[in-house]
């Protein structure tokens, strides 16, 4: 299911799916905070929450240490992200104009230590070079799964389209809810996600819902660079580990594979 928003984000936070709310089958709470210098965000509610910045400067306050933070884009790879259990107040201030951060929450019970990731500790991977005449090229950053936090219950990180290049192809699919937003360089760009057996418009701040088991192959239409912010709720007892391909897709990987026009 996509969300769509056609017009720049409010000062403030801006939700866009809610756990006890709108979209509670995600079983998330999303949004994106938006900040202009010295505008004080606080949150302390009682969630496991993620914040990480998508592009300006900001400072950031939890359990008695603070960071200044920036990012240009979010296509560089200047990553930086907060990532608390519940009972910890964290403090946002807007530094630069117009700074984005995205917040994540889902509930979780689990007593884990604080941790606050930059580009040094994500993992970066180029993946798709060398197969499907090199169409499925793509950056992906891993900034938290389980190896890197048990105790979390969410999994997420980036991927950066290259222009008409595909993503999540051969199509997969997981038992986990996964959201999805999206961001285009240049803003009036779009891509397209065949959900399931549907087809689906991706614009600049859509943010797609993702239901257990359907597949979500997508690709960036040429000229425009698609970044887009994925996070996956693991379940209980079934955290997302890896995603299941679907058979009849899965030859064009092959290092043989006679991909049309042969060479």
Same mark, same amino acid.
């Given at each position: ?64 240490? #603070? ?15 907060? #990532? ?9 201030? @807007?530094?630069? $104009? ?32 060398? *197969?499907? #005449?090199? *169409? @499925? ?60 057996? $549907? ?23 040429? @000229? ?17 580990? %890896? ?9 064009? $990987?092959?290092?043989? %594979? ?6």
């Amino acid at each position: 299911m996509r969300i769509h928003r056609d017009k720049a984000f409010e000062a403030g936070y801006n939700a866009i799916t809610s756990m006890d709310g709108e979209h509670s089958d995600m079983m998330m709470d999303f949004g994106i905070l938006k900040l202009m210098p010295d505008e004080h965000y606080v949150d302390n509610l009682p969630y496991e929450r993620i914040f990480l910045i998508l592009s300006g400067q900001i400072d950031v306050y939890w359990e008695g240490r #603070n960071e200044r933070v920036s990012r240009e884009s979010f296509l560089d790879d200047n990553v930086w992200c907060l #990532n608390v259990p519940k009972g910890v107040t964290v403090k946002i201030v @807007g530094v630069a $104009e117009d700074s984005e951060v995205a917040v994540v929450r889902t509930k979780n019970d689990k007593v884990f230590t604080s941790v606050a990731r930059t580009k040094e500790s994500v993992i970066k991977e180029v993946r798709g070079e060398g *197969t499907m #005449n090199d *169409t @499925g090229t793509r950056i992906v950053r891993t900034v938290q799964n389980v190896d890197l936090s048990p105790d979390s219950n969410i999994m997420f990180g980036e991927d950066v389209h290259y222009p008409g290049k595909w993503a999540g192809f051969p199509s997969h699919h997981h038992q986990q809810p996964e959201i999805y937003f999206y961001k285009l360089q240049p803003e009036n760009g779009f891509g397209l996600m065949k959900l399931g057996d $549907e087809a689906v418009l991706l614009e600049n701040n859509d943010t797609v819902k993702i239901a257990p088991n359907l597949v979500h192959p997508q690709v960036a239409a040429p @000229g425009y660079a698609m970044y887009f912010l994925w996070m996956i709720r693991h379940l209980e007892n079934n955290p997302y580990l %890896a995603p299941t391909f679907e058979e009849e897709h899965v030859w064009v $990987e092959q290092p043989d %594979a006679k991909i049309w026009p042969e060479k």
